[in-house]
């Protein structure tokens, strides 16, 4: 059983999950499966760097994913720095994302941003459901789905941010609230759309705070969101679908949550506005 809320949060993360009708599978990720999935490391800038330092920190990013291979790379920018950022990397693999979308098509939605202005100015992925969003702008898991829904659409690709609060790893709902955000955020997704979705597996107890999820705790956790999967729509859909980790990934602990089989990628908050260390992230132990 997990830890009370009356434990400290280095005993939090030490607690496993209690592992429910999904067993989590070994640690080795065979060659097929490997081969299937990209990883993909995507920084979120959040709401930081002027058009100065954006532009600076993408080109050192473009730099850094040069000698990065079998790994695709997306900085999710401020809005205004989309075009710029855009410029600074064309010549690179690293793709643009924004962090957050409105599903309407246009219209007197004052400070909102269409996925198709999204894409008129080369934008490739973005975010939906960011904890930050859910928490702080009241983004509920309708509203998530219908910016899902909008963003594949529109042709673009979605990063899907779920994960649960502190309270709720404590009181073993993890696997609960990752299968209800699914469950809302992804209503009406197509198993071909799928292709274009990638899952962001953020416990919101680990984002922005220093405390990261062990690796084994990380793992349980992505090996029953990929059993989800299976379930929800099929075991092609699941051994494609790429997950991410986020919560304060670093360049001290990136390659030991990248050796887990069901990690495929990280969404990097702060360490993403580090040049040096996010390169190193990029460039994980393979
Ligand atoms: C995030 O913003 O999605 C995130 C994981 O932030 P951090 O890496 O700072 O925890």
Request: with cysteine.
């Amino acid at each position: 059983m997990l830890a009370t809320l009356a434990l400290a949060p280095h005993a939090l993360l030490s607690q496993p999950l209690a592992v429910g009708r999904h067993a989590v599978p070994g640690q080795t990720r065979s060659a097929v499966l490997m081969a299937e999935r990209t990883p993909l490391i995507a920084g979120n800038w959040k709401m930081n760097t002027d058009l100065a330092s954006a532009v600076e920190l993408a080109k050192a990013v473009a730099d850094a994913s040069a000698k990065a291979t079998d790994v695709d790379v997306a900085v999710c920018v401020p809005a205004p720095f989309l075009i710029p950022v855009k410029e600074a990397i064309k010549d690179s693999k690293v793709g643009v994302g924004a962090q957050d979308c409105y599903f309407e098509d246009a219209g007197a939605y004052t400070g909102e941003i269409s996925t198709s202005m999204l894409k008129s100015v080369g934008t490739d992925y973005v975010v939906t459901g960011h904890s930050e969003r859910r928490a702080i702008f009241g983004d509920d898991d309708e509203a998530v789905n219908k910016k899902t829904l909008k963003v594949l659409a529109e042709g673009l690709k979605a990063i899907l941010c779920i994960g649960e609060l502190k309270e709720e790893r404590e009181s073993g709902e993890t696997f609960n609230v990752c299968d209800t955000q699914l469950t809302k955020g992804l209503a009406g997704v197509s198993a071909e759309q799928m292709a274009d979705v990638v899952i962001a597996y953020e416990p919101v107890w680990a984002i922005g705070t220093g405390l990261t999820a062990t690796p084994a705790m990380a793992q349980e956790t992505h090996a029953y969101i990929r059993s989800w999967f299976v379930d929800n729509y099929s075991q092609e859909v699941a051994d494609k679908v790429v997950i991410q980790y986020g919560g304060s990934v670093k360049a001290d602990n990136v390659d030991e949550l990248m050796a887990c089989p069901d990690i495929d990628g990280a969404l990097v908050g702060g360490a993403s506005l580090q040049a040096d260390g996010f390169s190193r992230i990029i460039n994980f132990e393979k």
